[in-house]
């Protein structure tokens, strides 16, 4: 079981352009959670989506963020417009089912610099 | 209410002594208490966890203390070694809404060979 695999570890993007971040979760998971980490901080919730749904997305800023979980392929999160507050690592996680307690393994991460 | 605090921000220990963090949380729906480490350019990972029905678990050289009147929880680290320096992190999530986790804001331990 390869675990959580993310892509691509490092990315740079000019301001204004888009940034996309795939995640592979564990095999025979179905739950995906994405999370911001900006330095010298803790991560902080951005959405949670199950295959081609949006469970909770309380965490992601109303505007140029989205995420999507196809039936088929990685879970998506996409930035548009990037700016340079956007900068941070980006990690997901994923659960074989509803309880964060059991089988919740984090990536590691894609580090975004927005230049 | 969704917030976790965690002390000290960093923390330099010699090799062999007692490492301690401290988390305060004020949410009581909170019943999942897990600890995060995380090495450079790494992803978190769970270290241990603890429910708010057992006052201490222990892991080897890890021990969780938690506090329900007080609403606080600490990771103690026993005879700690160099192989320990990482920031760590604690967690708090509840069966409301999608089991997501709150982080504490981590804590870069250091230990002295």
């Known amino acids: 079981n390869a675990g959580v695999m993310q892509n691509p570890r490092h990315l740079v993007r000019r301001r204004g352009q888009e940034a996309r971040l795939r995640c592979s979760p564990m095999?025979?998971?179905?739950?995906v959670y994405w999370y911001r980490q900006l330095p010298e901080e803790g991560l902080k919730f951005m959405v949670y989506?199950?295959?081609?749904?949006?469970?909770?997305e309380s965490g992601m800023p109303k505007e140029r963020f989205s995420a999507e979980f196809p039936k088929e392929g990685p879970s998506i999160l996409r930035i548009q417009q990037v700016v340079r507050g956007d900068s941070a690592a980006y990690f997901c996680?994923?659960?074989?089912?509803?309880?964060?307690?059991?089988?919740?393994?984090f990536g590691s991460g894609t580090r975004l610099t927005v230049v | 209410q969704q917030q976790v605090k965690q002390s000290p921000q960093s923390l330099i220990v010699q090799k062999g002594g007692i490492s301690i963090i401290n988390c305060a949380y004020e949410?009581?729906?909170?019943?999942?208490f897990p600890w995060y480490q995380q090495f450079p350019g790494k992803g978190p990972a769970l270290l241990i966890a603890i429910r708010p029905d057992v006052s201490e678990k222990k892991e080897g050289r890890f021990t969780i203390s938690f506090n329900k009147s007080a609403k606080q929880f600490s990771l103690h680290i026993m005879d700690s070694q160099p192989g320990d320096s990482a920031t760590y992190f604690c967690?708090?999530?509840?069966?409301?809404?999608?089991?997501?986790?709150?982080f504490g804001q981590g804590t870069r331990l250091t230990i002295n060979p």
């Open positions: 996680a994923s659960s074989p089912r509803i309880e964060v307690s059991y089988g919740y393994t």
């Open positions: 949410n009581t729906a909170f019943d999942y």
């Open positions: 989506l199950q295959k081609e749904n949006i469970i909770d």
């Open positions: 095999k025979g998971h179905s739950h």
């Open positions: 967690a708090a999530s509840s069966k409301e809404g999608a089991q997501k986790l709150v």
